[in-house]
């Protein structure tokens, strides 16, 4: 999408929420995440979930999809992040770590965020694991973005979960897919060729390994 064409107001706010945060996403998939979740949610209730907030940064870009439809995200979260958050791996974050209880935890640096962009009325955290967030979460979505942990087991436990909520013409985005196994973990483009598999969804578009997918 060419940014260019986005109201001046929500343009601000998108370019702010990149330059706040940590996290693992571009400024070019935030707009692009905005886009496709923007245009699924006008188009039915205004209903999105987002599966692994982290710090807020896609969450923030979903924030501003539905305020612009009037809708809301419930986004969920343990907030003790995956096990690549943790010491000795790579995208360990020391800031996050929270000594006394020996865990990584993002929930206050999310709630920051959310908040200092005007969006608690638009976003729902929901503080659980995915497993028991979707217990109670069952209605019908217009958007589901899967970006929870990338182990193969909890990938696919999100998969099965949230999948069969994506609404008929709605989307499914999956992040970091990558064909070339010497890109990245294997579970998030598995995950992608089991939806494109079972016939229910149609691969829509992708940027980079920012993958969306229709839902028949
Ligand atoms: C890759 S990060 C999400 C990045 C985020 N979407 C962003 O744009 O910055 C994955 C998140 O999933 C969460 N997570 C991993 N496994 C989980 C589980 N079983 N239940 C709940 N959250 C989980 C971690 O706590 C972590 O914050």
Same mark, same amino acid.
């Given at each position: 999408?060419?940014?260019?064409?986005?109201?001046? !107001?929500?343009?601000?706010?998108?370019?702010?929420?990149?330059?706040?945060?940590?996290?693992? $996403?571009?400024? *070019?998939?935030?707009?692009?995440?905005?886009?496709?979740?923007?245009?699924?949610?006008?188009?039915?209730? &205004?209903?999105?979930?987002?599966?692994?907030?982290?710090?807020?940064?896609?969450?923030?870009?979903?924030?501003?999809? !539905?305020?612009?439809?009037?809708?809301? /995200?419930?986004?969920?979260?343990?907030?003790?992040? =995956?096990?690549?958050? &943790?010491?000795?791996?790579?995208?360990?974050?020391?800031?996050?770590?929270?000594?006394?209880?020996?865990?990584? =935890?993002?929930?206050?640096?999310?709630?920051?965020?959310?908040?200092?962009?005007?969006?608690?009325?638009? /976003?729902?955290?929901?503080?659980? =694991?995915?497993?028991?967030?979707?217990?109670?979460?069952?209605?019908?979505?217009?958007?589901?973005?899967?970006?929870?942990?990338? &182990? *193969?087991?909890?990938?696919?436990?999100?998969?099965?979960?949230?999948?069969?909520?994506?609404?008929?013409?709605?989307?499914?985005?999956?992040?970091?897919?990558?064909?070339?196994?010497?890109?990245?973990?294997?579970?998030?483009?598995?995950?992608?060729?089991?939806?494109?598999?079972?016939?229910?969804?149609?691969?829509?578009?992708?940027? &980079?390994?920012?993958? $969306?997918?229709?839902?028949?």
């Amino acid at each position: 999408m060419n940014s260019n064409t986005l109201s001046p !107001a929500v343009l601000s706010t998108l370019e702010k929420i990149s330059t706040l945060n940590r996290g693992f $996403f571009t400024f *070019e998939e935030g707009i692009k995440l905005f886009e496709e979740a923007r245009n699924a949610m006008s188009e039915g209730s &205004g209903y999105a979930i987002e599966v692994g907030s982290y710090c807020g940064t896609s969450t923030a870009f979903l924030g501003v999809a !539905a305020k612009e439809t009037a809708g809301v /995200v419930a986004s969920i979260d343990h907030h003790l992040g =995956s096990e690549e958050n &943790g010491p000795a791996w790579e995208s360990f974050d020391q800031a996050l770590y929270d000594r006394e209880r020996e865990t990584i =935890s993002t929930l206050s640096r999310f709630r920051s965020l959310i908040h200092s962009l005007n969006l608690d009325a638009y /976003v729902a955290p929901v503080t659980a =694991s995915t497993a028991v967030a979707s217990i109670f979460l069952r209605d019908r979505a217009d958007f589901i973005f899967i970006d929870g942990g990338h &182990g *193969e087991e909890v990938a696919f436990n999100d998969y099965f979960a949230y999948a069969p909520l994506v609404r008929r013409g709605g989307i499914l985005a999956i992040h970091d897919v990558f064909e070339d196994p010497t890109r990245g973990g294997r579970p998030p483009f598995e995950i992608y060729t089991r939806a494109v598999a079972s016939e229910q969804f149609t691969h829509a578009s992708n940027l &980079g390994s920012l993958y $969306f997918l229709r839902r028949r």
